[in-house]
């Protein structure tokens, strides 16, 4: 089985340098960097010498002061006295990377304060997203006094009054969008709610959960202070969870990976070496594409604990058993997904030129699976998309969006209709009856319409300027560009690695590659070698001179290593 190949030819190619060039005075400011690196700089909004420099070099130092976020004092007062009490803290995670990396966090480092404190990670087959009645009052009926979310609970206004019924207080700290009332719990720390004064909105869970810890350090004022320990975590849930590589983030994923490279988690070094990956490599691409995965098919298939025990756990045989069993679900993740996506491919087609929102349902869909059925649908045809399935009586949604179109305030414009829903501007999730899916359906549909009327839907693909492939072979001769260069990591959404654009090359040595053939590789003068991954159906474009954006990457491949255009798309030349 083979998927649907993604656009190619159709992306629009946004310059920033012919957009936006550089002011004298940013020119002048920046001047002991080569122009190249000036341009980067500029791009992402960096304007002086010492910005740059925070920018390459990211220190903790520079992270905010975590008592700037509402809450936070409440917060850590109501941890400390219950601690103090002996009573039984209760975290409750959100199923994912980031909800079980900052669960995992927390909980380790309140039992290295002496707490009671159990984990519980709801099962989303069986209770779904976010806090629920039915996991409030197990917590409950274990003797729990304080409940701590971690990456949920923005939204669970119901919720937190049930909470308090049952004599629970409750702590949320979560990212997400709240609503225009907070829950009625003993505090929230969220830096998107109303009022907010922390510099930084764009934490992820784990982020939030670590800055939680860093004011209980500095509360408790150890001799040996630990919470820097714990950003190996903090770098896993947020790279996993998307969110933004820049400012606080990035000061925190940075420190997070070089901890990360030599982490003294058993589980976490049984699971980098059961993915193949060399710890001392380790950038933000291998977790995201490859450990992330492999922690998030846990909760996809069957229960989220399985991961939680892994970074947590202290037995080298425990830790080696359940990174096997991850790769393992893993596979079968994979297989479930192609599968999934052949089924929504297929039924979507027919609807294409009908509405530019795909929305697929079948009965038989994999609840776990569906978001990322829904992403591919939006890589392959460039619309949003909604994959639902029924589960218990109800039929649930995950959905993604493109930055045309933000699909939470969709689903706030039909909440009339919706059991539950919440997320951001490019994925959330729904739960609906199922007698109202058909009028939901042709509300988000209209949405859609009104939305797109006057936009053109076309997927960009952004480069930071073009370069002369003689030329960059001199600068990489004088100047150390591809070190400064690997200094823009960690790349990813919010700080896309360093693209390039060069034009009129022409391509030899070309050849397919791959099991199904559906990769390129060819050369280009002078003597560079290029890789293009799923553009192989392109093989015949390479007769005539092309034009390629593309980022400048290490090959380290069979003992080799050389630097090489990893090539994100191809058009033919007009030169």
């Known amino acids: 089985m083979q998927r649907l190949t993604p656009l190619s030819l159709e992306y629009e190619w946004d310059i920033l340098s012919e957009k936006r060039p550089i002011p004298s005075s940013v020119e002048e400011a920046l001047w002991d960097y080569p122009p190249v690196l000036r341009q980067l700089f500029f791009n992402r909004n960096i304007y002086t010498k010492e910005e740059a420099e925070a920018f390459l070099h990211p220190s903790l130092e520079k992270a905010h002061d975590p008592w700037t976020m509402i809450g936070m004092q409440a917060a850590v007062d109501r941890i400390l006295y219950a601690i103090q009490k002996g009573e039984k803290i209760a975290i409750y995670g959100d199923y994912d990377v980031d909800g079980i990396s900052g669960t995992a966090l927390l909980y380790d480092f309140l039992k290295n304060l002496g707490a009671e404190v159990l984990p519980y990670l709801p099962n989303r087959f069986v209770e779904g997203y976010g806090v629920r009645p039915e996991g409030l009052r197990s917590l409950r009926d274990q003797g729990v006094k304080l409940v701590i979310t971690v990456d949920c609970g923005a939204r669970a206004n119901n919720e937190a009054e049930y909470a308090h019924s049952l004599g629970l207080d409750l702590i949320i700290t979560d990212h997400h969008q709240p609503h225009r009332e907070n829950p009625s719990a003993i505090c929230m720390l969220n830096p998107k709610q109303k009022g907010e004064g922390y510099p930084y909105p764009e934490l992820s869970g784990a982020g939030i959960v670590y800055k939680l810890i860093q004011a209980l350090e500095q509360t408790l004022r150890p001799t040996n202070p630990i919470a820097h320990e714990y950003l190996d975590l903090v770098a896993l849930g947020t790279i996993a969870d998307v969110a933004p590589l820049d400012g606080e983030n990035r000061i925190l994923v940075s420190n997070g990976l070089a901890q990360l490279r030599k982490t003294r988690r058993i589980g976490l070094r049984a699971l980098i070496a ?97 978001g ?192 090489r255009l990893n090539v994100r798309d191809l058009k033919p030349s007009k030169l």
């Open 274 to 370: 059961v993915s193949g990956l060399k710890p001392e490599a380790l950038n933000a691409y291998h977790v995201g594409y490859i450990l992330a995965p492999r922690l998030n098919a846990a909760g996809r298939l069957d229960s989220a604990y399985a991961a939680f025990e892994l970074l947590t756990t202290s037995d080298p045989k425990q830790a080696v058993k359940l990174a096997q069993e991850l790769d393992n679900r893993n596979r079968e993740r994979q297989e479930l997904t192609l599968q999934h996506d052949l089924c929504a491919s297929r039924q979507v087609l027919q609807s294409l030129d009908k509405s530019p929102l795909l929305i697929t349902f079948d009965p038989n869909y994999n609840l776990g699976v569906i």
């Open 372 to 563: 990322l059925v829904a992403a591919h649908l939006v890589e392959t045809f460039y619309r949003p998309a909604i994959v639902a399935t029924e589960s218990n009586g109800l039929i649930r949604g995950s959905c993604r969006s493109i930055p045309e179109f933000h699909i939470t305030q969709a689903l706030d414009e039909c909440c009339d209709l919706i059991e539950y829903h919440g997320g951001h501007a490019a994925a959330a999730g729904f739960t609906i009856r199922k007698e109202n899916f058909a009028e939901l359906r042709h509300r988000l549909e209209q949405i859609a319409r009104r939305e797109f009327s006057k936009k053109r839907l076309r997927p960009t693909l952004h480069a930071d300027l073009p370069l002369d492939l003689n030329e960059l072979g001199k600068l990489l001769r004088e100047y150390p560009l591809f070190f400064a260069l690997e200094q823009f990591q960690p790349t990813g959404y919010g700080n896309p690695s360093p693209s390039f654009v060069s034009f009129g090359l022409r391509p030899t040595r070309v050849r397919k590659f791959g099991k199904d053939q559906n990769h390129l590789s060819f050369e280009v003068a002078p003597a560079w070698k290029c890789i293009a991954f799923r553009l192989g159906a392109l093989a015949e474009k390479l007769t005539h001179r092309i034009d390629l954006l593309y980022h400048i990457e290490r090959d380290v491949y069979d003992g080799s290593d050389i630097l």
